[in-house]
């Protein structure tokens, strides 16, 4: 974390909590539900609990929170874990709510032999049907004064099985007329007859989420417990149960969950995504997680600095995807290689360059990084150049080629645009020019002063790839926020796949994972899918905004 900054309202606690005494050590935790993979949203979550914890030299613990045995799943338990250490995080400890079903049952028991719970036979609707509303107090079940005894009774026996799913819950006894709706006997037990991935058979009660968070929160010992701002009405349940337990005082602290434009972020969402097949799976490149950041080619520095520029807010709000490109574009340009590819091939030939040389010329990797080195790059008389790089009737002030008009080729020669062919659809389909032998970067002695450098790549050395270019993945930039479904505002255009791009020989080599800046075009990452036959790279981000660019307009 940056220095300079002031804390956070998170921080400002902490300090008067160490300051106070109120703790020695500071505890977080990261508590996921393996019901889906890990977006940026939750980065903004990880990267908070992870931070303050190393911050204040405590610990972090990374905890599933896994109480409903429906949605989850171990294959999402691995993938959890295997993002978090790729963005760069160690957790000290690692647990499941589901080790913690025997000691919840025995706090279940505990509050019933204070008399503060019981076993109600009533249905979810009755339940619903008594609960009142804001302005009208609940009624109180039929059940709710059923003897300690009796309530023991029957919840072991909800415990054993002898009853079907929904016929009976446990019920906290609070209060019926409470202001908070939450207060008013919340559900702590309900039965499921369900298969759960770590506890197996077992259990056919589980307890809600209001009965497991607090109380795992308070078995770990964590000091500050937070999490996302609808859980403020949840508050004084968290505490309620803590203090009628008598168990470690763990506290509840909330911020605002972050939201990111042009994207939908929940993961039932998400999901929807990829089963209806939208996306091609979690890891799709234009998903907003980690699995998809990562296969697109976003550093996990650029998103820690992305969730650290951010910072926290108290008030829901969303975050321009800019920012998070930008954060992208900024890490990358310290550490991608330079390379050049041609995306939208046109022939070039250099009439007056011997047919059967070779020269091999030194381009920098990276200026923005000496220790990078240089690559040999191979040059010869025809070259692939970009279509857009040449005009039949250029503009004014069009410093790129056209008859007549000359460019520098990049990290080679001057080259003159003698004349041009088409096809007979118009489509130009070679390019003559005649080279400046004196030219040459690096000792240029003819004197010649041109304004544009386009990049090419010899077509005698070229390699064939596959790029796919990446658009917002919808229309609108609040989709969740807009009438009907949210898949109806799903930007039909988001990929675009080009079957032959002529790429230097060198990149050809490089591994999965591996990140570059094409010249001129953006940042692009060798994608999984890519085989040493078959190249295929992502284009990560464009090396500007061409969204600010067309607002402007
Ligand atoms: P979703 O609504 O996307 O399914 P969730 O809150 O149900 O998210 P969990 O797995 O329960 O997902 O979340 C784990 C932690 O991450 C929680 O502490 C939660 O508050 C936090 N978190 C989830 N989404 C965001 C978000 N968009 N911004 C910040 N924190 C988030
Ligand atoms: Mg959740």
């Known amino acids: 974390m940056s220095e300079e900054r002031s804390l956070n309202f998170l921080e400002e606690i902490i300090e008067t909590d160490l ?71 160690s957790w000290d400890n690692e647990f499941f709510t589901s080790d913690y079903f025997e000691t919840l049952y025995g706090y279940a028991q505990k509050l019933i032999d204070k008399g503060l719970a019981y076993v109600d036979d009533s249905t979810a609707e009755q339940i619903a049907s008594m609960k009142g509303n804001l302005n009208e107090p609940g009624i109180n079940s039929p059940f709710r004064n059923r003897s300690v005894e009796e309530n023991r009774t029957l919840f072991e026996a909800m415990r054993e099985g002898k009853f079907g799913d929904g016929e009976k819950v446990l019920r906290a006894k609070i209060d019926m007329a409470h202001p908070n709706l939450l207060m008013r006997d919340p559900i702590i037990y309900r039965i499921k007859h369900e298969h759960h991935h770590r506890s197996g058979d077992r259990w056919c009660i589980y307890p809600m989420y209001d009965f497991a968070h607090g109380q795992s929160d308070s078995i770990e010992h964590i000091t500050h417990s937070i999490c996302t701002l609808e859980f403020i009405h949840h508050r004084p349940l968290y505490n309620w149960f803590i ?68 910072g926290i807010a108290k008030r829901e709000n969303i975050v321009d995807l800019s920012l998070l490109e930008f954060c992208v574009r900024e890490d990358l340009n310290k550490h991608a290689i330079r390379a ?141 926020n807009e009438e009907g479904d949210f898949k109806e505002y799903l930007n039909p255009n988001s990929l675009s796949v080009l079957q032959q791009v002529w790429i230097e020989p060198e990149l050809a080599k490089a591994k999965v994972g591996q990140y570059f800046q094409f010249l001129r075009k953006g940042y692009f990452c060798v994608d999984i899918e890519s085989t040493p036959e078959r190249m295929i790279f992502n284009r990560t981000v464009t090396l500007k905004d061409a969204w600010a660019k067309e607002l402007k307009k």
């Open 243 to 310: 203090e009628q337990l008598e168990i470690f005082p763990s506290h509840q602290y909330e911020f605002a969950r972050r939201n990111l434009t042009y994207t939908v972020m929940s993961k039932r969402k998400l999901l929807q995504l990829v089963n209806e097949k939208h996306v091609t799976g979690w890891d799709d490149p234009r998903m907003p997680t980690i699995s998809g950041m990562r296969r697109r080619g976003y550093s996990a520095a650029s998103i820690r600095n992305f969730c650290e520029t951010v």
């Open 19 to 89: 300051k106070e005494g109120k703790y020695k050590n500071i505890h977080t935790r990261f508590p996921p539900e393996p019901n889906g993979y890990l977006h940026i949203g939750h980065a903004s979550s990880i990267h908070l609990n992870f931070s303050l914890a190393k911050k204040y030299n405590g610990k972090c613990n990374l905890r599933f929170d896994d109480t409903n045995p429906s949605t989850e799943e171990t294959e999402y338990v691995e993938n959890i874990k295997n993002d978090i250490k790729w963005l760069g995080y």
């Open 340 to 480: 050049m590819a041609v995306l939208d091939p046109v022939k070039l030939v250099i009439t007056n360059y011997p047919s059967d040389l070779s020269e091999e010329l030194e381009l920098e990797n990276n200026p923005e990084d000496e220790s990078a080195g240089k690559r040999t790059v191979l040059f010869s008389k025809e070259l692939w150049i970009e279509r857009e790089d040449f005009m039949e009737n250029p503009p004014k002030k069009f410093f790129r080629l056209g008859v007549g008009l000359m460019v520098r080729l990049k990290g080679a020669y001057i080259v003159r645009c003698d004349d041009f062919q088409k096809d007979e659809t118009g489509k130009v389909v070679s390019i003559q020019c005649t080279y400046i032998p004196e030219s040459r970067s690096g000792s240029d002695t003819s004197g010649i002063h041109v304004k544009g450098t386009i990049h090419w790549v010899s077509v005698k050395h070229a390699q064939c790839a596959e790029v796919r270019l990446y658009d917002r993945l919808f229309k609108t930039d609040n989709p969740s």
